[in-house]
């Protein structure tokens, strides 16, 4: 039986945690010796009594066989510590989860992701910002990761959903208890078109202890954690602290000072936070992990850009972007932008030097325009 079969079941035992498991492993036994183990030997490692009775009672090739047939019925699989597709960035934190049971596209673990976080009620402001902040990080090709919860989790979650964009949900219950019971239709549907995850086994139900280990996969997952709007005592704030610990990225939203549900994210700026007034805020700090993606643009059409055409587009005016899409095809000498754009040397030239000065376009002998 091979270590990653013997750490499912361990991480099976109700009772068993992060701690228990590493006393496990140290202890030499994440071996076929575990099945010989009497309650005094998982005593010795540091088990308490209670448990190590009932780990040598039940702990048996039978029993892992019955939990996997269980997870097997519930269409869930897993992905340990110890496989190749666990993710690199949840790897390097403190307490990486040793497994991940899933549903849905387990490659979105790999690319490059960012967390939404805010408060289960926000604001018609907190709601306007999550959708499109999550939106344009979708369209530039990012994974939107949160965790499901009502309010600001669940508005990030459909706004990616909805840009044909990745999307992780983190949940603190196992895959076949929904919590909220009001997502269970949204679980079903990033289940099916992006990927729900948890550390905890099938039959764990919700407990407010297990949203603060939540908080942590979130947060490890992504390459930086964006704080939409929270209050000042916000479980996004645990969050925001895990992606410190970690090394990451935080960003923050800032809202009104007269509102409560500001106050979290305003503290979080003081403290040092990236303040984030647009999804390019977060998006011109991973730039270098994205690859081309098909960006949607504003009449439903695509084209294949860069994650740097995105940025530049985003910062021209309307004219400046029809003339940079021009020069996509091109290079073009500027007679050919002429009859192309049907404009006047004049502003042809004021739109041409505007697009120079922004570096998104330069100028080659002859009077020939190409892009960047």
Not at 204 to 216: D, E, I, V
Not at 232 to 259: K, N, Q
Request: charged share 25%.
């Amino acid at each position: 039986m091979e270590e990653k079969d013997l750490l499912f079941g361990f991480n099976e035992v109700e009772g068993i945690g992060w701690k228990s498991i590493d006393k496990i492993r140290r202890a030499g036994l994440m071996s076929e010796r575990a099945f010989c183990c009497s309650a005094k030997d998982w005593e010795t490692i540091g088990l308490n009594g209670k448990l190590s009775n009932y780990l040598a009672s039940i702990y048996t090739l039978e029993w892992i066989a019955k939990r996997r047939l269980l997870m097997e019925e519930c269409a869930v699989k897993m992905v340990t510590v110890f496989d190749a597709a666990y993710p690199v960035l949840l790897k390097e934190t403190a307490q990486p989860p040793w497994i991940l049971y899933y549903r849905g596209r387990l490659e979105l673990l790999s690319t490059p992701s960012v967390a939404m976080v805010g408060t289960r009620m926000p604001t018609a402001y907190g709601r306007k910002v999550g959708e499109i902040l999550a939106e344009e990080l979708s369209a530039a090709g990012l994974t939107v990761v949160s965790g499901l919860a009502r309010g600001i989790d669940s508005i990030c979650h459909e706004a990616a959903l909805r840009s044909g964009g990745g999307t992780i949900a983190v949940v603190a219950t196992g895959l076949d208890k929904v919590y909220p019971t009001e997502n269970i239709e949204l679980e079903r549907r990033i289940s099916q078109d992006g990927l729900v995850v948890t550390e905890y086994p099938l039959r764990t139900k919700s407990h407010p202890g297990l949203f603060p280990q939540r908080n942590r996969i979130i947060a490890g997952l992504s390459r930086g954690t964006v704080v939409v709007e929270a209050d000042s005592r916000s479980g996004s704030l645990i969050t925001a602290d895990a992606a410190l610990e970690a090394g990451r990225d935080v960003f923050a939203v800032p809202g009104p000072i007269t509102s409560p549900k500001s106050r979290g994210a305003l503290e979080l700026i003081k403290q040092g936070a990236k303040l984030v007034t647009s999804g390019l805020d977060i998006i011109e700090e991973y730039t270098s992990y994205l690859p081309k993606n098909v960006i949607k643009t504003g009449n439903n059409s695509t084209t294949e850009q860069t994650a740097d055409d995105f940025m530049i587009e985003k910062k021209l005016t309307n004219e400046e972007s029809h003339l940079y899409h021009i020069l996509h095809q091109g290079p073009f000498m500027l007679d050919d932008l002429l009859v192309r754009t049907g404009w006047d040397f004049g502003h042809l030239h004021s739109v041409l030097l505007s697009l120079i000065i922004k570096k998104a376009v330069t100028q080659l002998p002859g009077a020939i325009y190409k892009v960047i």
